[in-house]
């Protein structure tokens, strides 16, 4: 079973045989200076076929916003995992993701016979794994759990927006922008800033 890219560059993704139902697992916000990380599992169902998927940031806002739902509604299972700003301060960004992962995959009301992750490491899983290098752009189901992601922690990012209008987190999503380090500089920081992250390490002098 193979799927199309939209890439040249990049080879067919061959699914692993012997294995029936496949999750695909993201991550968004490893570079944010605040925050979640946030991933998504996703298990597609191969008889109800989702149009337009690919990595969530090659979409619009506008497209990634109509497939959210479209996702939620005809994926056989679908489920959000995250850590915190002040778990990824005491685990690092990266064992903070994987935990993320483990947390989406057991939030699954279906239990998937095998996982796709996306990137180049798999957390510990109670089923077979894979990591797939540029899996959102060759893999559907890894599409699907990067757009679920994404728009979840874009509309965090938005509510923050609203409590914090200082420091811009509708525009930038937390990355260190110009713009968020001029804010921190100048308002400080704020308790959802991961203080392990140098920018805001240097503003509270812990450096």
Excluded at 131 to 159: F, H, N, P
Excluded at 172 to 183: E, L
């Amino acid at each position: 079973m193979t799927k199309k890219t939209d890439s040249k560059e990049l080879p067919l993704f061959e699914y692993p045989e012997g294995y029936q139902l496949f999750a695909g697992v993201d991550e968004v916000g490893r570079g944010p200076l605040v925050g979640a990380v946030v991933t998504a599992a996703v298990i597609l169902d191969p008889n109800n076929p989702i149009e337009g998927l690919t990595d969530s940031k090659k979409l619009t806002d506008k497209k990634r916003e109509l497939l959210f739902p479209e996702i939620q509604e005809k994926a056989l299972a679908w489920s959000l995992g995250r850590c915190e700003a002040h778990e990824i301060d005491e685990l690092n960004i990266l064992q903070a993701t994987m935990v993320a992962m483990q947390r989406a995959i057991a939030g699954l009301k279906i239990t998937p016979d095998f996982a796709l992750i996306d990137g180049n490491k798999v957390p510990d899983l109670p089923m077979a794994g894979l990591a797939v290098v540029k899996g959102d752009l060759r893999v559907q189901e890894i599409s699907a759990a990067s757009i679920i992601a994404k728009v979840t922690r874009d509309r965090e990012m938005e509510e923050l927006d609203k409590e914090f209008p200082q420091y811009g987190f509708a525009k930038h999503k937390g990355y260190p922008t110009k713009a968020h380090f001029a804010a921190i500089e100048e308002h400080g920081v704020i308790a959802e800033h991961r203080r392990s992250f140098k920018p805001v390490k240097r503003v509270l002098g812990i450096e």
